[in-house]
Structures are given as structure tokens and as C-alpha cells.
């Protein structure tokens, strides 16, 4: 920012270590009750899978804020100004989509490897050694390329806002996160998604009524509008109908858009994150889960962007923004100032505040998301696979706690090295799917189809690369006549980049496939992965291991079940997210691109009123649902509680045969009529069981 930062380093410091060790003491407390009182047990099975028993409604909300990264607002924010309208739904809409295709792929995952704990598992199971090791590499470089773009894109943010040093950010945003993910592993991130997600959709609810209801400069749609026409006037955009912010045809809006496309799935499929969320959500909720929270998603950029970004353009004339009398710098706006600059126009302190907030929301709860993503591949891809194949529970645990400390520290460093080089997070964001979308085809047919050899599942993401590369860098030499920041960074040779890298394989998987002679693949070995045996941490902790969720394989009866609902829902995922995805890219905005339709001041008012609908319909289903889906557990806990602050000792275990220890069995218990039948049933098959070896 050109000005002096709105608040003190102080303030600074305190959210960022303040604000995390608050949540990382949340989690230490939350994995005690769960652990008294549901017998959630930090197990290496509920560290990385969370006992494969979270329900739609969490699912929803741990999808929207592991996708609500610092990018999710800040580039977001940065297209709409630089493009209008157009950028916050290709933003939005070209990240949608593949959070709904990936439904299909959860339950495919779910249906052919039901005991998997990451995706790289079921690559092994299938190809061996060899494609194993190809698809660690794009693994880790995606999770390595989404942890950057998180510390850079929040550091940058609390550095403009509050003076704090980018280095001193850059190493202590995760730490927070890593004693709460350490803590209470994958069902921590669950949990803490689900406040982190809460906390932003209320803060841009507040940025949009303020924006357009009570701002004393804006105060309107209508306003906004009248202004966003004279910054056409002033600056009107090279590409866009009639040079306007108020249209979705843009030229460069379009490059943009299919970047953006490319670049996320990449992001989506080959980041073990979205994958651990797959295997951790009970096998029926899987798909509602994902569905729900990529249309919830959806709305949050949207609106955001359309807010912030808008209000950016709006008030730029305006004393009260920050670099008045000029322009926002571009590198500003590649940085992802964008936002809190209009944050700090429509707000002031209080702005900058809600802005700091809303940022370090973003960054710990899609960060967590990555540390674990990486533990995960460390402790049972690298080490358990390849080191200690009879390793015990607690030494996976030990590793996978290890993992993401060295992991936390190492991108720290990386992404301060980022800064000081001059990377920012807009760079990082369109270089990403260059790097690694050439592995999104073959990976996504490693499930969908059974015919595609070990040679094109192995050499098409290398070969893949190799001509992204070079499309990448030769476009940009071409058109620069050098090879900079600025000149790879630029549209056209991210474009050419990316599109190479994510359609190359539709040539080399099929010419390998049939070249080398089909596999005929029959999944068997898929379903082989077995459960990490966890004995030694519950026999530590007193607990029966059959009491933990999900440390016991389920009966034949209950697979059987299972495989039927999964088979329904892989149906219903593939007609319901092609239909989504044809609406969301193509039947809604390509009518308005292709008439080059420049809104009118009653659409315009209509579009920012779906947007916060829809924003109000996403914190239903992130916000209250989860709180509905989970009642039954939660009043368990508080009568286990009040129990407990009585003398009472805990109640026993919903829906699992109750251990009682000897403090708690000397307490009066009355049987329920539950129990009774449940008495009874077992009682009866008993006396069958003896009359029919009598007769034998």
C-alpha cells in the first residue's frame, strides 16, 4: 500500500499467534471430550481417516474452507478489478466444477478401495512401484504449489495491513495450525474448517451489506453501478464490450477463465487433501457432502469478489482509499491488495480488522488441510510402504506428527524465499496448472477405467510436463523476447501452458494404452489395502480398539450394504455433476458472453442480490446443517459432561457395546427400553443357537 498500514504490528502479532494458539487450546479440549466421551481415539487410522464416519453436512463446510484459500478471495478480488462482473463468476465457476466432478471420483474411491487412506495408495495397488513414485512427485508438487500460494498470498496481506515483516508471517501463520492438526488430526481440520468457514461467510455478509446497503459513498447496487460506468469511462478495459466492467464478455476475463479451469483441477485431483476428505466422509455421504459444498463454494467468490473488487474500482476517486489520487499499482493487485484496500475504503480500522480476520481464516484452514494431506503420503506412501511395512500404530502416528512439523517449517522458508524473488500468489495461481495438470487424466481414469496400462499411467504426466514446459516457456520468449517474472506470468503463455498440460495426455494415454496392450484392470487389488493396525494406541489409551470408529473392518453384511448405496449414488454423482457443470460453464454465462450483453442497472441489482442469496443458502448448509446431522452426538457429549461435573462418571457409548470402568460401574444404571430389546434379541438368538446344537 502506498499509505502508512492501518493497524499496529501489535495487532499483527496477536491475531497471528493469538488466534492460533486459541484454536490449537479449541482442539487440545475437543479431542479430550471426543476422546472421553465417543471414544475417538488419536489412532493413525483417526488421525488420517477420521474413522470414515463424517457426515454430509461436515463434509460440506471441510470442502468450502479447504477450497476457500487466501486466493479464493484475493485473486478473486484482483480479476474483478481488472476485468469487472466477468472475473468473480469465471473465478467462481471455474472452480466449481471441478469440486462437483471430483464427487464422482470420492465415490468411485469409496466403491473400489474402501480401507485406502490416501489416493497414492490405490495408484500402488493398481501400478506398482514405478507409477507410485511418478504420482508421489505431482502429489507433493501440488501440495508444495497450494501451501506456497497460502503463505505467500497471507503473508502479503498481514504485511500490508499491519507492518508485520512477510518473513515473520510466512513462519508463524502456521504455527497454530500445526499444534491443532498435531493434536487432533484430520477430524481437528474438520472441526476447525467448520469455524474458520462460518467466521468468513459472516465477514463478507458484512462487507456486502455494508457495501451495498449502508456505505455512506456507495450504499447501493444503483451507486455502484453509476460509478463502475464513469471507470469505464476513465479506464475502459482493452477486450471488453464497449470497454465496460458491467459485461461478461472480456477478452481477457476468457483467458483467464480457461487458466483457471485447467489450473484447478489439477489442484482438486492431484492434491491428496480433497482425497483424505473422500475416504474420511461416511461412505452414503460422500456425495451430498461434495456436492453441497461446492455449490456452497461457489457463492463465496462470487459475491466476495463481487463486492470487494467492484467496491475497489467504485471508490478509487475516493479520498478514502487508500493509494487516492492514483490507481492501484499491478503489482499491488498481483499481490492481492485488492481486497483490503477496499476493505479499509469501506471500513476503515474496523475493515482492516474483519480483512486480517477474514485472511487468517482462509490460510489455517486450507493450510491444515495440506500439512495432513502430506503427513499422509509420508507416513503411508513413503515410510510405512517403502521403510516399515510392520509398523505400529503409534510409530505411524509419531511420523505423521513429525511430518507436518518439518513439512510447517520447510514451506515456510520456501515461501519467504518466494517473496524475496519477487513471486506473488496471482504468479503462483496461473502457473500451477503448467506443473502439474498433465497428471489429472491418468489419475482420474486410475478409477473410472479399467483398460489404461502402467506405461500410459506412468510416462503421460511426465511426457505431459515436459510439453507444458516447453509451451509455457517458449510462448512466453516468443512474445516477450525474454524470460522474466513478467513475461511468464503474462496471459497467453500461461494459457498455452496450461492447456497443453492437462489435454497432452488425451494423446499419449490412449497411444500408450493401445501400444503397449490393454491392462483388462479387475480392481481386486484396490480392495486388497487393509487397515493400519492400531492395537498398541488403544491398548495405551484403555480403550477397547473395537469402540474406535472405523479400527475394525465391517462385516461382510455391512460391505455388501455399503457397495449397493455407492453404486446408486456413483450414478447419481455422474448425471448430477455433468448436469451442474453444463449449467455452471456453459447454459448460465454463455448466452450474456456471446451477445456481448452489458448489464443494465436493474440486472446488475438483480445479479448482487442472487449473489447474497445464494451466499445465505451456503451458510445453511455449511453453517446450520452440520449442527442439525450432528445433534444426537453433541447431546450425548453434554449429558456426558454434566455426568461427569456431577460425579456421575460418562454414559455409555451411542451406538457401541459400553465399557464401563470400575469407578462408573459402582453408579446406578437404568436400561432403557432400547436396551432391553437389544437384551432380549441377544438372548433369544442364544437359546436358538442351543436348541439347534441339541439337535445336532
Known amino acids: 500500500m502506498a499509505t502508512s498500514p492501518p493497524l499496529s504490528q501489535a495487532t499483527g502479532y496477536g491475531v497471528v499467534i493469538g488466534l492460533g494458539f486459541l484454536f490449537a487450546l ?95 495408495e490405490v495408484i500402488r495397488a493398481r501400478y506398482g512401484v514405478y507409477t507410485h513414485i511418478v504420482y508421489i512427485v505431482f502429489g507433493l508438487m501440488t501440495n508444495i504449489l497450494v501451501t506456497a500460494m497460502l503463505l505467500t498470498g497471507g503473508s502479503a496481506v498481514v504485511t500490508s495491513l499491519t507492518g508485520m515483516p512477510t518473513a515473520a508471517a510466512c513462519f508463524l501463520l502456521p504455527v497454530g495450525v500445526v499444534l491443532y492438526t498435531i493434536f487432533g488430526g484430520i477430524k481437528a481440520t474438520f472441526l476447525t474448517d467448520y469455524v474458520h468457514t462460518v467466521m468468513i461467510l459472516i465477514i ?8 451495498y446497503t449502508t456505505n455512506a459513498n456507495l450504499g447501493s447496487p444503483a451507486k455502484v453501478y453509476d460509478l463502475l460506468a464513469q471507470a469505464a469511462k476513465a479506464h475502459p478495459v482493452a477486450g471488453n464490450e464497449q470497454g465496460s466492467y458491467l459485461t461478461m464478455r472480456s477478452k481477457e476475463g476468457a483467458i483467464f477463465f480457461v487458466i483457471n479451469i485447467v489450473g484447478n483441477f489439477g489442484t482438486v485431483f492431484m492434491d491428496n487433501g480433497y482425497y483424505n476428505k473422500a475416504i474420511a466422509a461416511s461412505p452414503v455421504h460422500a456425495l451430498p457432502g461434495y456436492v453441497m459444498g461446492g455449490l456452497s463454494w461457489f457463492a463465496i467468490p462470487w459475491l466476495a469478489a463481487t463486492t470487494m ?11 478514502a482509499f487508500p493509494t487516492f489520487p492514483s490507481r492501484m499499482p499491478d503489482a499491488d493487485v498481483t ?100 506443473i502439474i495438470s498433465s497428471a489429472v487424466l491418468p489419475a482420474a481414469l486410475t478409477l473410472l477405467w479399467s483398460d489404461q496400462n502402467m506405461i500410459a499411467a506412468t510416462l503421460s504426466p511426465i511426457l505431459g510436463l515436459a510439453c507444458s514446459l516447453i509451451a509455457w516457456l517458449v510462448t512466453a520468449k516468443k512474445q516477450h523476447g525474454d524470460l522474466s517474472v513478467a513475461s511468464t506470468g503474462s496471459n497467453n503463455p500461461m494459457l498455452a501452458g496450461n492447456v497443453v498440460a492437462l489435454l497432452s495426455p488425451l494423446i499419449f494415454i490412449p497411444a500408450l494404452t493401445y501400444g503397449f496392450g490393454r491392462q483388462k484392470y479387475d480392481y481386486v487389488s484396490m480392495a486388497m489395502i487393509r487397515l493400519g493396525d492400531d492395537s498398541d494406541v488403544a491398548a495405551a489409551a484403555h480403550v477397547d480398539l473395537e469402540l474406535i470408529p472405523g479400527s475394525t473392518d465391517v462385516s461382510e453384511a455391512e460391505l455388501l450394504a455399503e457397495k449397493t448405496k455407492l453404486k446408486r449414488a456413483s450414478l447419481i454423482a455422474k448425471t448430477m455433476t455433468g448436469v451442474l457443470t453444463l449449467a455452471l460453464l456453459i447454459f448460465w454465462p454463455m448466452p450474456m458472453y456471446g451477445t456481448g450483453y452489458v448489464f443494465s442497472k436493474k440486472f446488475f441489482t438483480g445479479w448482487v442480490s442472487v449473489g447474497i442469496i445464494w451466499l445465505f443458502c451456503s451458510a445453511f448448509c455449511v453453517g446450520l446443517y ?4 450432528g445433534r444426537h452426538s453433541m447431546v450425548h457429549t453434554f449429558k456426558g459432561i454434566l455426568r461427569d461435573l456431577r460425579g456421575k462418571g460418562k454414559p455409555p457409548i451411542q451406538g457401541r457395546t459400553a465399557v464401563v470402568d470400575e469407578k462408573s460401574s459402582q453408579d446406578e444404571w437404568t436400561p432403557t427400553k432400547e436396551d432391553i430389546k437389544q437384551a432380549e434379541a441377544v438372548m433369544e438368538s442364544v437359546v436358538k443357537s442351543g436348541d439347534a446344537i441339541k439337535k445336532e
Open 335 to 434: 499481490a492481492g491488495l485488492v481486497l483490503p484496500n477496499a476493505a479499509v475504503a469501506l471500513l476503515g480500522k474496523g475493515g482492516a480488522a474483519a480483512t486480517l480476520l477474514l485472511i487468517f481464516m482462509a490460510v489455517t484452514s486450507a493450510s491444515s488441510a495440506e500439512y495432513i494431506a502430506v503427513s499422509s503420503i509420508f507416513t503411508y506412501d513413503i515410510y510405512k510402504t517403502y521403510f516399515e511395512p510392520s509398523a505400529s500404530g503409534r510409530k505411524l502416528v509419531y511420523m505423521a506428527h513429525t511430518c507436518v512439523i518439518v513439512y510447517a517449517i520447510l514451506l515456510a522458508g520456501f515461501s519467504t524465499g518466494l517473496y524475496y524473488i519477487g513471486i506473488s500468489i496471482g504468479y503462483l495461481y496461473l502457473m500451477m496448472g503448467v
Open 204 to 211: 463478507i455478509l458484512i462487507f456486502a451489506f455494508t457495501a
Open 26 to 120: 479449541g482442539m487440545i479440549l475437543t479431542t479430550y471430550v471426543l476422546k472421553r466421551y465417543q471414544n475417538e481415539v488419536q489412532t493413525s487410522e483417526m488421525f488420517a481417516t477420521a474413522g470414515r464416519t463424517v457426515k454430509s453436512g461436515l463434509v460440506a463446510s471441510a470442502v468450502v474452507s479447504s477450497w476457500t484459500w487466501a486466493a479464493t478471495l484475493l485473486q478473486s478480488s484482483g480479476v474483478a478489478y481488472r476485468y469487472g462482473v466477468s472475473g468473480p463468476f469465471w473465478y467462481a465457476s471455474g472452480a466449481t466444477v471441478q469440486i462437483l466432478l471430483f464427487a464422482t471420483l470420492a465415490i468411485e474411491l469409496k466403491r473400489k478401495a474402501p480401507n485406502a487412506h490416501t489416493f497414492l
Open 309 to 319: 473488487g467492484l467496491s475497489a474500482l467504485a471508490l478509487e476517486t475516493n479520498p
Open 626 to 629: 452440520p449442527l442439525f446431522e
